[in-house]
T-cell receptor
Framework: EPEVTQTPSHQVTQMGQEVILRCVPI?????FYWYRQILGQKVEFLVS????????KSEIFDDQFSVERPDGSNFTLKIRSTKLEDSAMYFC??????????????FGEGSRLTVL | ELKVEQNPLFLSMQEGKNYTIYCNYS?????LYWYRQDPGKSLESLFV?????AVKQEGRLMASLDTKARLSTLHITAAVHDLSATYFC??????????FGTGTRLKVLA
């Protein structure tokens, strides 16, 4: 069964460093998302991406963050100058077009980011 | 701004008992999703509810949606230990973002 894959599964970085989290969405999906979950807390929307541009972003998604779809398969989240409070699990999700399926989001296994 | 609230936030229940988790949301939406999350794991889709009055059942779990009341319920029948997890509802308000509820951490005691 097709699945969303994310790398790395865990990344440890020093405060102030840049990190890139990678996602490979399901191949026929058109909408891509990043969510964040601080340990034990709610799942927070960061950004959605469609047709090679950002569709919506939350207040969390400030200039420190960027997303890119550099080729036909990868979808990346870049966090510049990481802060301690960026430590969280980051989930990538995808879904097919609105005319196909139920709108259900399919999630990857997540990338745990630890900022020291 | 869409708000999605769940209650209770924590639920500890005995095996064999029934209980209901509630998901309230603040804006119009015809689409609501329930997910399960085990500790340290990803979000697993449980139910997709796409219209007013929709009811879905899988095993000991049943979900329903009342779009007029802006309320969804997840009912647990005769709970078993394997149902211990955190349950999230998520609302699609027709924009490009899905908003998740606060989550309900369920612990089923043997």
């Amino acid at each position: 069964e097709p699945e969303v894959t994310q790398t790395p599964s865990h990344q440890v970085t020093q405060m102030g460093q840049e990190v890139i989290l990678r996602c490979v969405p399901i191949s026929n999906h058109l909408y891509f998302y990043w969510y964040r979950q601080i340990l034990g807390q709610k799942v927070e929307f960061l950004v959605s991406f469609y047709n090679n541009e950002i569709s919506e972003k939350s207040e969390i998604f400030d200039d420190q963050f960027s997303v890119e779809r550099p080729d036909g398969s990868n979808f990346t989240l870049k966090i510049r100058s990481t802060k301690l409070e960026d430590s969280a699990m980051y989930f990538c999700a995808s879904r097919p077009s609105s005319s196909v399926g139920t709108g259900e989001l399919f999630f990857g296994e997540g990338s745990r980011l630890t900022v020291l | 701004e869409l708000k999605v609230e769940q209650n209770p936030l924590f639920l500890s229940m005995q095996e064999g008992k029934n209980y209901t988790i509630y998901c309230n949301y603040s804006t119009t939406s015809d689409r609501l999703y329930w997910y399960r999350q085990d500790p340290g794991k990803s979000l697993e889709s449980l139910f997709v509810l796409l219209s007013n009055g929709a009811v879905k059942q899988e095993g000991r779990l049943m979900a329903s949606l009342d779009t007029k009341a802006r309320l969804s319920t997840l009912h647990i029948t005769a709970a078993v230990h394997d149902l211990s997890a955190t349950y999230f509802c998520a609302v699609d308000p027709g924009t490009y973002k899905y908003i998740f509820g606060t989550g309900t951490r369920l612990k089923v005691l043997a």
